[in-house]
């Protein structure tokens, strides 16, 4: 079980904010004082280069990088020479997408992929599919606007190379059917390209049991600092893959007519990297483990389950994914623009998002402006529940609708 009281007192924005009902871990997550404290003390005692200098201190500092990389590893199940640092989900979306996708992809084959994605799973590829001359495909939703394995396979053909899928929507919060999609996809050797981005800081990910090729998350919805992310690739696929950036760090011998590369995961990990952010992430994924990811899903749910319950009973308000077994809530105050609606919620101190969420696709699937979006993390209790509640009926009230 979730001691919300012992763990608000490990976030210290509720210090200043006892009345904060923060609703939008989706957008990022706040962040504990245990990593922030790690960030600090790597910082004010160590606070140097990795991989380079000769010398005690950048031993150090090069030890916690990689001791980051373990822990990493170790939380999705991965090898550690699988975990590549970016600065973030987009970041390791376009990794793929520009190394692999431009390496491979040839004119007339096809990339499939969603109306679920958010725009750093899906631009890349289109952008792939404009320059290479390949075909996007979109996986049909059915009646609940979700992504299901019959629609999957109604689009998979022989020509299909890559899969580029989300596996939980950041708008609607449904879990995709990955692991049937991966072994589909496998049986016409197309590779598969997991935006995790809203996956990895609520359920158990283990990458050896989906045998996914490519999975992306950012550090900063896990608990970690801003500016680092994680892209997981097959060894065998990273080790064919081209770098994009290229400079310091990566290189392993600069002649005047010919360069070469580091193994991966270095030779993608150009420059000096997020030191600090990355031993914050590796942190953030022990401050995760002692509270229990399964803890963490199960308490979200909850919360998601019972908000929704109670906001479709509201006349006035529009549940979108009632179907939904994550911790997101998309709805909206019927015929309110949902920026109009959000400022309700914003003077009530509780802090939703509201728009398209970089997620335009869907967006206009559903024929609507934007949705009000409301996210669960292990922070929020069944009082921020009845506060998200009472702000719809205020707003519904407030904008005189019913
Ligand atoms: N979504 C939100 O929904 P970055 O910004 O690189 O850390 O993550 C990008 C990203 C990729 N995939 C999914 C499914 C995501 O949800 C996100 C980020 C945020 O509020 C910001 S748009």
């Given at each position: ?36 404290q ?90 792939v ?9 979109y ?9 299901t ?48 981005a ?22 900063h ?7 680092v ?22 290189a ?56 929704k ?64 979006r ?16 009472e ?12």
């Amino acid at each position: 079980m979730i001691d919300t009281n012992k763990i608000r007192k490990m976030f210290r924005v509720y210090e200043n904010n006892p009345n904060l009902v923060y609703l939008d871990s989706a957008a990022s997550a706040l962040k504990p004082d245990f990593v922030n404290q790690k960030v600090y003390e790597f910082n004010s005692f160590n606070g140097v280069n990795v991989h380079r200098g000769v010398y005690e201190l950048s031993y150090e500092a090069t030890n916690m990088y990689e001791d980051a990389r373990q822990k990493v590893a170790n939380f999705i199940n991965s090898p550690f020479d699988s975990v590549v640092f970016t600065r973030g989900a987009s970041d390791a979306l376009n990794l793929v997408a520009l190394s692999y996708g431009m390496q491979n992809i040839k004119p007339g084959d096809e990339i499939v992929t969603s109306l679920l994605e958010h725009h750093s799973s899906h631009m890349p590829w289109f952008n792939v599919a404009k320059k290479k001359g390949a075909i996007i495909k979109y996986i049909p939703l059915d009646e609940n606007n979700m992504i299901t394995v019959e629609n999957f396979k109604s689009v998979l053909t022989d020509k299909t190379k890559v899969v580029a899928i989300t596996y939980v929507s950041n708008v609607m919060g449904y879990v995709s059917p990955i692991k049937e999609i991966i072994r589909l996809a496998h049986k016409k050797n197309a590779i598969v390209s997991l935006d995790a981005a809203q996956a990895v800081p609520h359920m158990k990910i283990d990458v050896k049991d989906l045998d996914c090729d490519f999975l992306s998350f950012s550090g900063h919805k896990m608990c970690a600092p801003f500016g680092v992310g994680v892209l997981y690739g097959k060894k065998e696929l990273l080790d064919i893959m081209e770098p994009v950036e290229f400079g310091g760090d990566m290189a392993d011998t600069v002649m005047m007519d010919n360069q070469t590369y580091k193994d991966a995961p270095y030779k993608f990990e150009t420059g000096t990297p997020m030191v600090s952010e990355v031993i914050g992430l590796g942190y953030a994924c022990d401050f995760l483990n002692s509270i229990g990811i399964e803890e963490i899903e199960r308490h979200e749910n909850m919360l998601a389950l019972e908000a929704k319950r109670r906001l479709s009973q509201i006349k006035g308000v529009t549940v979108y994914n009632m179907k939904a077994t994550t911790g997101v809530i998309a709805f909206n105050i019927d015929g309110v623009h949902p920026h109009d609606a959000a400022s309700v919620f914003d003077k009530n101190n509780v802090c939703i998002r509201a728009g398209h969420h970089c997620a335009q696709l869907i967006t206009r699937h559903l024929g609507v402006l934007g949705t009000l979006r409301a996210s669960f993390y292990m922070y929020n209790d069944l009082k921020d529940v009845d506060r998200l509640v009472e702000s719809a009926k205020e707003a519904v009230e407030f904008f005189g609708q019913f």
